[in-house]
């Protein structure tokens, strides 16, 4: 991707459907076997790992522009391969919905990721708590039961696809199951509400304690997926880094209260506007400092765009990151891009120069390269990223959507 900065964005971008929300309702989409009609799907290389990965299991997967039909009247394979599980690791919500339908699910070990260990083992708890032998047999997960049954899982961390697995084991387990400390994301809430509308019985959604009533079967149902948030959030912060006025049709400011307050607090004009979110910045960006936490604190998926906005300050800033414990690829980047930044531990010290250069640079996972693209729209000159694959994981069409407000920006062949 080559830009060339310095140009303000101003204009209107659609806001995509959300990929953390898409994913775990293509999967669930295995909890019946009618047909399940989804809208607003977003066209993202995450979303075509999930089709490939629900075709590999024998179920019917249609998709035309933003819609999408999943029938899983019969599963063929109760196997998620290696192949697909290490380019993606939500690959592993589908031990959820298998050992709910077929007692049976077999799932490549995830290994390590970008932005850390990342280990599974409270899935793996709570599947065992609801009455599945798990094995690991040649870097596979081996998860059996004669039948799940309702029980209290305590997770000692809110794991949001941990909270959404278990809650799709357990929507079709014998009797209830409480899950306490459950991840109370929106997205978390989505599957929630997906599966009730599918007839199961989930309740309190959004709160930090869930009541699945088991029942013995769901039905088919239609869905449109909720705009993503993370998506919303880099533009917010683009806007703001380029100075710029961008409409962001569709956002849901309920889901960004906590980025919208830093941003004000940045220095950002930030208003609802007829379906979406206007975001603009005239004065100067001012320093933050910012704690990463769940849901409904600061979200870790915005930790890196931040960190780029805040070396355009004027003054010192702090950015500590308490979700993942290596989540700071992007510093040694953006520090090519000739930000001063430290890190000690968890947290970064960013002195904001009021600058950036443009510089090569490399991308090493999703929101590590959009904190390099903003970087990019900011900086004086041009700066190129390379492994710019990260990005089609999780942002649709971005070049194409910054190039109508403005950007000078391009993908050209590696
Ligand atoms: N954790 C464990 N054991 C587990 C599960 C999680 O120790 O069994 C730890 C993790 O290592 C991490 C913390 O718990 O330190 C929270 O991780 P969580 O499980 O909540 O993350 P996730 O479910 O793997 C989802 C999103 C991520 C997002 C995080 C946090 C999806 C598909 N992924 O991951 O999204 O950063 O929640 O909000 O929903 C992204 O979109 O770029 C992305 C990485």
Same mark, same amino acid.
């Given at each position: 991707?080559?830009?060339?900065?310095?140009?303000?964005?101003?204009?209107?971008?659609?806001? %995509?459907?959300?990929?953390?929300? &898409?994913?775990?309702?293509?999967?669930?989409?295995?909890?019946?076997?009618?047909?399940?009609?989804?809208?607003?799907?977003?066209?993202?290389?995450?979303?075509?790992?999930?089709?490939?990965?629900?075709?590999?299991?024998?179920?019917? #997967?249609?998709?035309?522009?933003?819609? &999408?039909?999943?029938?899983?009247?019969? +599963?063929?394979?109760?196997?998620?391969?290696?192949?697909?599980?290490?380019?993606?690791?939500?690959?592993?919500?589908?031990?959820?919905? +298998?050992?709910?339908?077929?007692?049976?699910?077999?799932?490549?070990?995830?290994?390590?990721?970008?932005?850390?260990?990342?280990?599974?083992?409270?899935?793996?708890?709570?599947?065992?708590?609801?009455?599945?032998?798990?094995?690991?047999?040649?870097?596979?997960?081996?998860?059996?039961?004669?039948?799940?049954?309702?029980?209290?899982?305590? +997770?000692? *961390?809110?794991?949001?696809?941990?909270?959404?697995?278990?809650? $799709?084991?357990?929507?079709?387990?014998?009797?209830?199951?409480?899950?306490?400390? %459950? &991840?109370?994301?929106? !997205?978390?809430?989505?599957?929630?509400?997906?599966?009730?509308?599918?007839?199961?019985? #989930?309740?309190?959604?959004?709160?930090?304690? @869930?009541?699945?009533?088991?029942?013995?079967? *769901?039905?088919?149902?239609?869905?449109?997926?909720?705009?993503?948030?993370?998506?919303?959030?880099?533009? $917010?912060?683009?806007?703001?880094?380029?100075?710029? =006025?961008?409409? @962001?049709?569709?956002?849901?400011?309920?889901?960004?209260?906590?980025?919208?307050?830093?941003?004000?607090?940045?220095?950002?004009?930030?208003?609802?506007?007829?379906?979406?979110?206007?975001?603009?910045?005239?004065?100067?960006?001012?320093?933050?400092?910012?704690?990463?936490?769940?849901?409904?604190?600061?979200?870790?998926?915005?930790?890196?765009? *931040?960190?780029?906005?805040?070396?355009? %300050? =004027?003054? *010192?800033?702090?950015?500590?990151?308490?979700?993942?414990?290596?989540?700071?690829?992007?510093?040694?980047?953006?520090?090519?891009?000739?930000?001063?930044?430290?890190?000690?531990?968890?947290?970064?010290?960013?002195?904001?120069?009021?600058?950036?250069?443009?510089?090569?640079?490399?991308?090493?996972?999703?929101?590590?390269?959009?904190?390099?693209?903003?970087?990019?729209?900011? &900086?004086?000159?041009?700066?190129?990223?390379?492994?710019?694959?990260? +990005?089609?994981?999780?942002? !649709?069409?971005?070049?194409?959507?910054?190039?109508?407000?403005?950007?000078?920006?391009?993908?050209?062949?590696?």
């Amino acid at each position: 991707m080559i830009i060339q900065g310095g140009e303000r964005l101003i204009g209107e971008i659609q806001i %995509a459907g959300a990929k953390n929300a &898409a994913l775990p309702l293509f999967i669930a989409s295995l909890l019946t076997d009618e047909p399940v009609h989804l809208h607003n799907v977003p066209a993202l290389r995450d979303i075509d790992t999930v089709e490939k990965l629900l075709r590999i299991m024998g179920i019917t #997967v249609d998709r035309s522009g933003g819609d &999408a039909t999943i029938h899983a009247k019969t +599963l063929g394979t109760i196997e998620a391969p290696y192949e697909l599980v290490k380019t993606m690791r939500a690959s592993i919500l589908v031990m959820g919905p +298998l050992l709910a339908r077929a007692r049976e699910a077999k799932v490549s070990l995830p290994g390590g990721c970008a932005i850390g260990t990342r280990p599974i083992n409270l899935h793996l708890d709570g599947f065992q708590a609801l009455g599945a032998r798990i094995t690991l047999e040649h870097g596979y997960i081996h998860a059996r039961a004669k039948r799940l049954k309702g029980t209290t899982i305590d +997770l000692p *961390l809110p794991t949001v696809t941990g909270t959404e697995n278990l809650m $799709m084991a357990a929507a079709l387990a014998e009797g209830t199951t409480v899950i306490e400390n %459950a &991840a109370r994301e929106p !997205e978390v809430v989505e599957v929630g509400e997906f599966i009730n509308q599918m007839g199961g019985e #989930v309740s309190g959604l959004g709160t930090n304690t @869930l009541v699945i009533k088991g029942v013995p079967g *769901l039905h088919g149902t239609e869905y449109t997926i909720m705009p993503d948030r993370v998506e919303a959030a880099t533009y $917010m912060v683009a806007a703001g880094m380029t100075r710029g =006025n961008l409409f @962001l049709k569709g956002t849901q400011p309920q889901h960004l209260k906590a980025v919208i307050e830093k941003l004000h607090e940045a220095g950002m004009e930030i208003y609802e506007e007829n379906g979406g979110l206007r975001c603009l910045l005239t004065g100067p960006i001012k320093s933050v400092d910012v704690k990463t936490l769940p849901f409904p604190g600061f979200p870790t998926d915005v930790q890196a765009q *931040l960190m780029a906005m805040m070396c355009l %300050a =004027n003054g *010192l800033s702090v950015i500590s990151e308490t979700v993942f414990e290596n989540r700071f690829m992007h510093v040694g980047e953006l520090k090519r891009m000739g930000a001063d930044i430290q890190v000690e531990g968890h947290s970064a010290i960013i002195r904001g120069r009021g600058e950036l250069s443009g510089a090569p640079v490399m991308a090493t996972d999703l929101r590590a390269s959009a904190s390099l693209v903003l970087a990019g729209l900011a &900086a004086s000159g041009t700066t190129e990223i390379s492994r710019i694959y990260h +990005l089609d994981r999780g942002y !649709e069409r971005m070049e194409e959507k910054l190039r109508a407000v403005g950007a000078n920006i391009r993908r050209v062949k590696e």
